[in-house]
C-alpha cells in the first residue's frame, strides 16, 4: 500500500485523547490539559475506559438529535468519537444480546444538565 493509499483511523482525525486509558504520560496536568483541549474543539465527551466523562458547554450543540442517535445505534463502543449515546447503545446491546443487568451512573453538580434527552423516549 502507497502512503497515498494508508486508511487512517478515527484516533488519527481525533482532538486529543478520546479515551484517557491512553493516555502517555498520564499526569493530574495531562488528564486536565486533554479534557480542556477536547473542550475547546466542542468534544465535550471523553472516555477513561467504559466511563464517559462530559463537560457541560453551557452552550447548544447539535449532538442531541435523532440523526445522532442512529450514527451511534448498533456501532462499536469505540468506532466513533465518544459519546453519551454509545454507552446507552453499549448497555442496551449488552442487555438485549447476553441477558446482563445494566446500571448507568449519571452525577454532576445540581443544575448541570445531567438530564439526557433520548429522542422517541417516554417522558
Same mark, same amino acid.
Given at each position: 500500500?502507497?502512503?497515498?493509499?494508508?486508511?487512517?483511523?478515527? %484516533?488519527?482525525n481525533?482532538?486529543?485523547?478520546?479515551?484517557?486509558? %491512553? %493516555?502517555?504520560?498520564?499526569?493530574? $496536568?495531562?488528564f486536565?490539559?486533554n479534557?480542556?483541549?477536547?473542550?475547546?474543539?466542542?468534544?465535550?465527551? @471523553?472516555?477513561?475506559g467504559?466511563v464517559?466523562?462530559?463537560?457541560?458547554?453551557?452552550?447548544? %450543540?447539535p449532538?442531541?438529535?435523532?440523526?445522532?442517535?442512529?450514527?451511534y445505534r448498533?456501532?462499536n463502543?469505540? $468506532?466513533?468519537?465518544?459519546?453519551?449515546?454509545a454507552?446507552? *447503545? $453499549?448497555?442496551?446491546?449488552?442487555l438485549?444480546d447476553? *441477558?446482563?443487568?445494566?446500571?448507568?451512573?449519571i @452525577?454532576?453538580?445540581?443544575?448541570?444538565?445531567?438530564?439526557?434527552?433520548?429522542?422517541?423516549?417516554?417522558?
Amino acid at each position: 500500500m502507497s502512503k497515498m493509499e494508508v486508511k487512517t483511523s478515527l %484516533l488519527d482525525n481525533m482532538i486529543g485523547v478520546g479515551d484517557m486509558v %491512553l %493516555l502517555e504520560p498520564l499526569t493530574e $496536568e495531562s488528564f486536565i490539559e486533554n479534557l480542556k483541549k477536547r473542550f475547546d474543539h466542542n468534544e465535550i465527551y @471523553t472516555y477513561i475506559g467504559s466511563v464517559v466523562i462530559s463537560i457541560n458547554p453551557y452552550r447548544s %450543540l447539535p449532538i442531541f438529535t435523532p440523526d445522532k442517535v442512529e450514527e451511534y445505534r448498533n456501532r462499536n463502543f469505540y $468506532e466513533l468519537s465518544p459519546h453519551i449515546y454509545a454507552l446507552a *447503545d $453499549e448497555a442496551y446491546r449488552s442487555l438485549r444480546d447476553q *441477558d446482563k443487568d445494566q446500571c448507568i451512573l449519571i @452525577t454532576g453538580e445540581s443544575g448541570a444538565g445531567r438530564q439526557v434527552p433520548y429522542p422517541n423516549s417516554p417522558s
